[in-house]
């Protein structure tokens, strides 16, 4: 018995210590960073970079390239562009040239696709299966068309034409990962009064029954500032002080509304959360970061007194950047990393490795590893 007691108290020594470790790992605050790996950037300042499943997307007006950890091109896509916009969604690219008529769609395995549009493009939005709506517009009107560019025989596959003056001007759209379904925000200015509202268009056999306009909402003077697609089935509206989340989008019900007192300063979205921070502009000792489950729960209210110019969720992580700063938090609010750097730099980005991220500064692709 002594010994089966022996044994057991043992077991429970060693349950606590990796109970206690295992804390100190998930929560411990990081305060320096060692190079793992570099390279040096030979692009110019007109380049730009996303992270793009963790890796670097890199595009410009001569062309775009996913990057490896090594700084490597995975693969490459050529055009000429004089101002290229870029959308991502799943393994597809999509590329357009703002105010001229061409967009390209890549995916990393054949040359691409581009497609050339009768009227100036504003905006476009890719979808998981490489689907692509084009905002297109005209003196008069905007249309917004749905195609499939892979699609040899018949690329146009839905076309929804909107009147500036009976429906507004779209400020925002996003189209569904499986390229079924669009959800577009409207202003509507008439007699000196402001109206904002979405509408809910479907193209599958419900949505044709109803020439595929399925359900909206109005915001009243509230200007809707985003859409976006959290899940298959589920999109997320943000407007001034609030945001929404529906589902089903063959019948569109709003499961969850909230509102705030200040003014939302910044947005995102992963596979699980949507972060909300809200304050005044200008200020930082007001700001509030919000976290909810796409279902609307709430699990982190936190004050975050941090100045920065960009903010990014990748998995566990919240994190805020600006020219020379960078503060990363976990999702249960805890502080991972902080950092001031000795000069600007570009871009911070995740990595696939834990506690490794992507650091681009004007002359330099490092791969750092978080210290200290």
Not at 100 to 105: E, G, P
Not at 135 to 144: F, G, K, P, Q, R
Not at 214 to 236: C, L, P, Q
Request: charged share 25%.
């Amino acid at each position: 018995m002594i010994i089966l007691g022996s044994i057991g108290g043992a077991l429970l020594l060693g349950i606590i210590a990796i109970v206690v470790v295992s804390y100190y790992y998930m929560n411990r605050s990081f305060s320096g960073y060692d190079v793992v790996s570099e390279r040096e950037r030979t692009d110019s300042n007109n380049v730009n970079y996303l992270s793009f499943q963790d890796k670097l997307l890199k595009y410009s007006r001569d062309g775009v390239s996913m990057l490896d950890e090594s700084g490597e091109a995975m693969w490459n896509g050529g055009y000429e562009m004089e101002q290229p916009t870029v959308d991502v969604c799943g393994d597809y690219v999509s590329v357009a040239d703002i105010g001229a008529k061409k967009f390209y769609v890549y995916n990393g395995k054949d040359q691409g696709k581009d497609m050339e549009m009768a009227l100036p493009i504003g905006r476009v939005k890719v979808s998981e299966n490489g689907k692509v709506a084009v905002l297109l517009h005209d003196d008069e009107s905007d249309v917004i068309n749905v195609y499939d560019p892979y699609n040899t025989v018949e690329a146009l596959e839905v076309e929804i034409p909107t009147n500036v003056v009976e429906d507004g001007y779209p400020l925002d759209f996003d189209i569904a990962p499986d390229g079924e379904s669009l959800v577009v925000a409207y202003m509507l200015v008439e007699n000196g009064t402001m109206e904002n509202h979405v509408c809910f268009y479907n193209f599958t056999e419900v949505g044709q029954d109803q020439n595929t306009l399925v359900g909206g909402k109005s915001y009243e003077t509230s200007m809707i500032s985003r859409i976006d697609f959290v899940a298959k089935d589920k999109v997320a509206i943000f407007y001034e002080n609030g945001f929404s989340i529906f589902e089903n989008m063959k019948k569109p019900e709003e499961i969850f509304n909230q509102t705030f007192e200040q003014p939302i300063k910044s947005a995102d979205h992963d596979d699980e959360h949507i972060l909300i921070v809200t304050g005044s502009s200008g200020d930082t000792k007001g700001q509030i970061l919000n976290l909810y489950t796409l279902e609307g729960k709430q699990e982190l209210a936190e004050k975050v007194d941090y100045k920065y110019s960009n903010i990014q969720m990748a998995d566990d992580e919240i994190i805020f950047t600006d020219d020379q700063s960078c503060r990363i938090l976990r999702k249960n609010g805890r502080q991972k990393f902080s950092f001031d750097f000795e000069k600007q730099y570009d871009y911070f980005f995740p990595t696939t490795k834990d506690n490794r991220y992507y650091f681009l500064n004007d002359t330099m692709i490092q791969v750092i590893k978080i210290s200290g």
